[in-house]
């Protein structure tokens, strides 16, 4: 009985490894194909045709495209976890009136879909004189992110223990340099898995991304790619298509096996007290 668990449970992890995987590895094998290949089904490269990858930069200008997401994603992730940190602090470690109803407000904020909220946004950042600007993208992103960041920074800063931050009051430390100097380091682990959340939630939205923005040089690469077209009016370039969204993933797989270790640990920290 033990064996056949085991051998279940390792046929129901490959399943569910082919399920995950399949559809970039599909992805991959349909870049390098064009013309009546991409209708045919193929499992197994055939040949290397890189004409899609330089179609996808000489049609427009997706370099400009992937920087723009750089940019906006990065901006996002210092912005979120500055203000998610000394968020989390007063919400953590300060009492105060009110502080659980503005932190469930802060979680109701994160429940509203984009469309619901998407008239408002757009008067705001037309009113600011944002629209089609990259700051104006970094606002909007801002809805998304900075919400989760407060509750998931609040949750591990509610586990630090308060000797530490007394002892630190004691050697003269400002709230300042406790939160930049002693909680800091000590949340890293959940400031990574954060920040990667956000960049993710950042580098892949595309409702945002369309209405605020005007012209090519100023999207990111979601609505960038949505809105590639052929050489006619009657073609749908799938391999450019598919090069594009390879290039694009390229970025987040890089970074989850960069920050793996701490993103296990930012996943698992405060899972078991003592």
Do not use: C, H
Not at 26 to 40: D, H, N, P, T
Not at 69 to 84: D, T
Not at 161 to 176: C, L, S, Y
């Amino acid at each position: 009985m033990r064996l056949l668990a085991r051998i279940g449970f390792w046929l129901l992890v490959l399943a569910i490894g082919l399920f995950s995987i399949f559809p970039f590895y599909y992805a991959v094998i349909s870049s390098f194909r064009s013309g009546a290949e991409l209708f045919s089904v193929a499992y197994l490269p055939e040949r290397l045709d890189v004409s899609n990858y330089v179609a996808v930069f000489e049609r427009q200008p997706f370099g400009t495209n992937i920087a723009n997401s750089v940019v906006v994603a990065a901006f996002v992730v210092a912005l979120s976890l500055a203000l998610g940190l000394t968020a989390a602090y007063a919400f953590g470690r300060i009492r105060f009136r009110g502080r659980s109803l503005l932190l469930m407000t802060i979680l109701a904020v994160s429940m509203f879909p984009q469309v619901a909220v998407l008239s408002g946004m757009f008067e705001l950042i037309r009113t600011l004189g944002l629209y089609n600007t990259l700051p104006g993208l970094i606002l909007a992103n801002l809805m998304l992110t900075l919400p989760f960041t407060i509750w998931v920074l609040t949750t591990f800063m509610r586990e630090l223990p308060k000797e530490i931050e007394e002892a630190a009051f004691v050697d003269g430390a400002t709230p300042w340099i406790v939160v930049r100097r002693v909680f800091l380091p000590l949340m890293m682990p959940a400031a990574v898995t954060t920040g990667l959340l956000a960049f993710i939630v950042s580098w892949n939205e595309f409702l945002f991304a369309l209405t605020f923005t005007l012209t090519n040089e100023r999207r990111t690469v979601p609505p960038a790619i949505a809105l590639m077209s052929g050489s006619t009016a009657y073609e749908l370039p799938w391999g450019t298509i598919m090069a594009a969204s390879v290039i694009v993933t390229l970025p987040i797989i890089a970074l989850v096996l960069a920050f793996q270790r701490k993103i296990v640990a930012g996943l698992t920290a405060g899972a078991v007290k003592g």
